[in-house]
């Protein structure tokens, strides 16, 4: 009787192939794995620059308020890990960083003149209301969020409104990995 080679026998293709299968699913739940992941990673990155956009948003502020603002994230974030851009209604910058992204249409933000609430008076916030009272804060009317990568580091932005301001928020997506 002839011997057959060692890898034409059945038991080792049978090894063979449920390594192979057992290698590939390995495999393919890694990948999905690190997309799970990466998704959890770039949500809880969302959630952190609305969560900061909606507290700066709900202050009221003029242009001193915004450059602490700035540094209070460059504090936090890293000093060439965050850019900020501030527009007031009509599109007036307020303040935009000196790191600011170039490429980055600021004309398709968000118009707080389109906000479907009215503005509220700035000059009730100067104090307390006539009863000590402050009227309530009011959240970002809108926000949407988007990357942007110009050669450099790649960037998660925030961009949310009120009926005043325009305030968008970008950081290094590298503080999140």
């Given at each position: 009787?002839?011997?057959?080679?060692?890898?034409?026998?059945?038991?080792?293709?049978?090894?063979?192939?449920?390594?192979a299968?057992s290698?590939?699913?390995?495999?393919?739940?890694?990948?999905?794995?690190?997309?799970?992941?990466?998704?959890?990673?770039?949500?809880?990155?969302?959630v952190?620059?609305?969560?900061?956009?909606?507290?700066?948003?709900?202050?009221?502020?003029?242009?001193?308020?915004?450059?602490?603002?700035?540094?209070?994230?460059?504090?936090?974030?890293?000093?060439?890990?965050?850019?900020?851009?501030?527009?007031?209604?009509?599109?007036?910058?307020?303040?935009?960083?000196?790191?600011?992204?170039?490429?980055?249409d600021?004309?398709?933000?968000?118009?707080?003149?389109?906000?479907p609430?009215?503005?509220?008076?700035d000059?009730?916030?100067?104090?307390?209301?006539?009863?000590?009272?402050?009227p309530?804060?009011r959240?970002?009317?809108?926000?949407?969020y988007?990357?942007?990568?110009?050669?450099?580091?790649?960037?998660?932005?925030?961009?949310?409104?009120?009926?005043?301001?325009?305030?968008?928020?970008?950081?290094?997506?590298?503080?999140?990995?």
């Amino acid at each position: 009787m002839t011997r057959l080679p060692l890898w034409r026998s059945f038991r080792v293709r049978m090894v063979l192939l449920a390594s192979a299968m057992s290698a590939l699913l390995l495999v393919g739940f890694g990948f999905y794995a690190i997309a799970i992941v990466s998704r959890i990673s770039l949500d809880r990155m969302d959630v952190d620059l609305l969560d900061t956009a909606r507290r700066h948003l709900m202050a009221p502020g003029g242009p001193r308020y915004w450059d602490e603002v700035e540094k209070e994230l460059a504090a936090v974030y890293g000093p060439d890990r965050v850019t900020i851009h501030v527009t007031r209604v009509g599109k007036e910058v307020v303040l935009k960083s000196a790191n600011w992204p170039q490429g980055i249409d600021v004309s398709r933000f968000p118009d707080p003149a389109d906000s479907p609430r009215p503005p509220r008076d700035d000059s009730l916030f100067e104090g307390p209301g006539p009863r000590g009272v402050r009227p309530p804060l009011r959240p970002p009317d809108a926000y949407e969020y988007f990357s942007f990568n110009n050669n450099g580091p790649r960037f998660r932005f925030c961009v949310a409104c009120n009926p005043h301001t325009t305030l968008a928020i970008g950081v290094d997506e590298a503080r999140f990995r």
